[in-house]
């Protein structure tokens, strides 16, 4: 099946530094990866759905200055969260699909990467 | 809006126990309903969907069946396994919000030997 793999798998950083989280579709080629964020105990809630070579799409109130969103291949997406503080903590995962964000289309998840900032 | 509520967990059952994770929504329209589990240390997978009413999805001996006049997707296994301990997301898929997968809290789910 289709394989999504994320790196780090964790990182802890100190608060005033930047982040960044790969996240790579191993076997196929992802037109459209998204990235979330999960509180503990709570939903996934979508930051960002990004298509290869342009601009990525930012929900309602996450800070596109703040979560850098890179989708350069169509194989790799990055995440960088810049001048990390504590409230960023949190667990990210990303996802990817083989076409366009749409009715039909399937995403894989990555395993997810937890951030601590200190 | 749309939005999903799911049990909370943790749900703890000794293997071979009947399952019941009871999933409810809120949608305009007529979302597709969906069930992702993801075991420990790997990325969320899909485990069933239904896109209509009174659709059943099934997968690996997990079922739900797409209740409109309840509004529900609680999901069901009849014997459950050690190897079925996971994380158990319900979500929904709408085209007023876009298709994007909103998406429940989670259930963990516990099967003691």
């Known amino acids: 099946g289709a394989v999504v793999s994320q790196h780090p798998s964790w990182v802890i950083c100190k608060s005033g530094t930047s982040v960044k989280i790969e996240c790579r579709s191993l076997d196929f080629q992802a037109t459209t990866m998204f990235w979330y964020r999960q509180f503990p105990k709570q939903s996934l809630m979508l930051m960002a759905t990004s298509n290869e070579g342009s601009k990525a799409t930012y929900e309602q109130g996450v800070e596109k200055d703040k979560f850098l969103i890179n989708h350069a291949s169509l194989t790799l997406s990055t995440l960088t969260v810049t001048s990390a503080h504590p409230e960023d903590s949190s667990f990210y995962i990303c996802?990817?699909?083989?076409?366009?964000?749409?009715?039909?289309?399937?995403?894989?998840f990555g395993p997810g990467t937890r951030l601590l900032v200190l | 809006g749309n939005s999903v509520t799911q049990m909370e967990g943790p749900v703890t059952l000794s293997e071979e126990a009947f399952l019941t994770i009871n999933c409810t929504y809120t949608a305009t329209g007529y979302p597709s309903l969906f069930w992702y589990v993801q075991y420990p240390g790997e990325g969320l997978q899909l485990l069933l969907k239904a896109t209509k009413a009174d659709d059943k999805g099934s997968n690996k001996g997990f079922e739900a069946t797409y209740r409109k006049e309840t509004t529900s997707f609680h999901l069901e296994k009849g014997s459950v396994q050690v190897s079925d301990s996971a994380v158990y997301f319900c979500a929904l898929r709408a085209g007023d919000s876009n298709y994007q997968l909103i998406w429940g809290a989670g259930t963990k789910l516990i099967i003691k030997p």
């Open positions: 996802s990817a699909s083989p076409g366009l964000a749409g009715v039909g289309e399937t995403q894989y």
